[in-house]
């Protein structure tokens, strides 16, 4: 039977409809931008300064260059933050009394570094530790940058993975327990792996906000797109190298943050879970 | 009523004596003596918050108790102080909501267990797993998410994995409180086979005319008391308390026997 009935042939109407709709409001949008912006006052100066063609073609691999750097802090940062937050997060789950001391670090830990801004404890961190060493080579500020990206960002993502934990349903804990596993069991065979599938966005997020952040360690030193973009808009006295970077930092994020949506949602479809939209 | 229930057989398997449970200042065990024999079945019954699944929860050490023992074969594994995770391996539980592990295939979930607890091979477990299954007429469904299941499927996974530790005794909390009409069937067909294997199975249920069928006896739960036990056909056709009667009015009333 290829006959459709009158209620699907009414849905199709429909759907046909908004997307035509969708398509109209989205032209009318884009074509005021494309329109009205340029018809502010002083915008022809904001364009030379700001979206300079030749001066962007000319920075262009100089930052880009300059964005290897911190492709490499983010690089090392991710594993570490992982094992450290979720050595944090495990341990404030534990309940023997042995480990009070590990569980009240860990509280104290997540407070203070949630509670400073991420560039005052570049600061401190990037500045005062490579005072307690006689030898140079403990002065590097890539690597002090690093632990301080590491040791803000853990504090958060440990949150987020506690959060990942206390969300997997007690009555997972009994079956596990009642099959004879021992707690440890419990937490890495049945507990951490749904825990880690339910923080996968939350944590696609903050690693968004690291990527951007990385930028921070340039602030104690060194060389890496955002002070590339700020020597380079001294030589030209124009901000496009600004925008430049900005384009770079948009080309790395925004596919993440697609690639993390679309795991998300294999998974859902692999374990047959329905999103609810 | 005497508090002690002395069972058919001179040595249970499992014998409860003056258990009681509180949660703050509620009460749920009063003092619960319980004995059942090897391959005994035993089934639970009473109102909701009578505590049932709080006494099957307490045999598995799942809750500590607050005073008392549970002999198993004949020691005391609510000692306090004892590793329970020994004990609970002979054990086997089934609970009302399935608890099966999501992210797990149906063939990993009754895998997991004698993997990592027993220490099984990865192939013999996933093997033995599968036999398993298709013994509980699951065997299309091995490789399907626990989410892709029905309700009765997923229970009927979920004892599949309980047995898959080849426990001594089952624990089966309400097992098809969960489930639509038409697929409480399926599981109680289940239960039917694990009593003819001789299984000892201590059994809370809401399903009477199932309950007449399997018990060899029936405990009615009262305010955290067995207040009268006996064979089903005394239990539901000759009860000596007011409040068995008055139980069995309300289920028959609301047209569920």
């Known amino acids: ?277 | 009523m005497t508090s002690s229930i002395s069972s058919i057989s001179s040595t249970p398997k499992l014998s409860l004596r003056n258990v009681r449970k509180s949660f703050g200042t509620n009460t749920v065990l009063d003092g619960i003596d319980l004995d059942v024999a090897e391959g005994e079945v035993i089934t639970l019954i009473g109102a909701s918050g009578s505590g049932k699944s709080t006494l099957l929860r307490c045999a598995n050490l799942l809750e500590p108790l607050d005073d008392g023992e549970i002999f198993f074969d004949g020691v005391d594994i609510a000692e306090p102080g004892l590793d329970p995770d020994p004990i609970r391996r002979r054990i086997g539980m089934v609970f009302q909501s399935f608890n099966l592990f999501p992210h797990m295939s149906v063939t990993k979930n009754v895998a997991i267990g004698p993997r990592k607890v027993l220490g099984t091979d990865k192939a013999t477990a996933t093997t033995a797993a599968v036999e398993m299954l298709t013994r509980l007429g699951l065997a299309d469904r091995a490789d399907a998410y626990p989410d892709q299941l029905s309700g009765g499927q997923q229970q009927r996974v979920a004892i599949a994995r309980s047995l898959a530790m080849n426990p001594e005794v089952m624990l089966l909390d309400e097992i098809t409180s969960a489930l639509d009409p038409e697929l409480v069937g399926e599981v109680l067909d289940v239960v039917r086979g694990l009593k003819a294997d001789g299984m000892t199975m201590l059994f809370a249920t809401h399903e009477m005319a199932f309950c007449r069928e399997i018990s060899d006896r029936v405990c009615f739960l009262h305010q955290g008391r067995i207040l009268e036990h006996g064979p089903p056909e005394q239990i539901f056709g000759n009860p000596q308390e007011t409040r068995t009667r008055e139980f069995l009015q309300r289920v028959t009333d609301a047209g569920r026997f």
């Open chain 1, 1 to 277: 039977m290829d006959q459709r009935t009158r209620r699907q042939a009414y849905e199709q109407r429909q759907r046909k409809r908004s997307l035509i709709i969708a398509f109209l409001s989205t032209s009318v949008v884009i074509g005021a931008i494309v329109v009205l912006i340029p018809l502010l006052p002083r915008w022809d100066r904001v364009r030379k300064s700001f979206f300079d063609g030749e001066i962007f073609a000319d920075s262009f691999p100089r930052l880009l260059r300059a964005f290897w750097l911190d492709v490499q802090i983010f690089a090392w940062s991710v594993p570490l933050i992982f094992a450290l937050s979720l050595a944090i997060a495990v341990s404030r789950n534990t309940r023997s009394p042995a480990l009070f001391p590990l569980r009240a670090a860990a509280v104290i830990y997540t407070d203070v570094f949630r509670g400073v801004p991420v560039i005052l404890t570049i600061f401190l961190i990037g500045f005062g530790v490579p005072g307690l060493f006689d030898s140079r080579a403990w002065s590097n500020p890539l690597i002090w940058g690093t632990a301080a990206l590491v040791l803000s960002y853990s504090a958060y993502v440990s949150e987020e993975i506690r959060a990942g934990l206390e969300g997997v349903h007690e009555s997972q804990r009994a079956a596990a327990r009642s099959l004879g596993m021992s707690t440890s069991q419990t937490m890495s065979t049945v507990v951490l792996p749904q825990a880690l599938r339910r923080i996968v966005p939350p944590m696609m997020n903050s690693l968004v906000s690291l990527q951007k952040d990385v930028a921070l360690v340039s602030l104690i030193g060194p060389i890496e797109i955002l002070r590339q973009a700020g020597l380079d808009k001294s030589k030209f006295a124009n901000f496009t190298p600004y925008v430049a970077a900005a384009v770079i930092f948009l080309a790395v994020t925004i596919p993440c943050t697609r690639i993390a949506d679309y795991l998300l949602n294999r998974e859902r479809r692999r374990t047959g879970a329905t999103a609810v939209s």
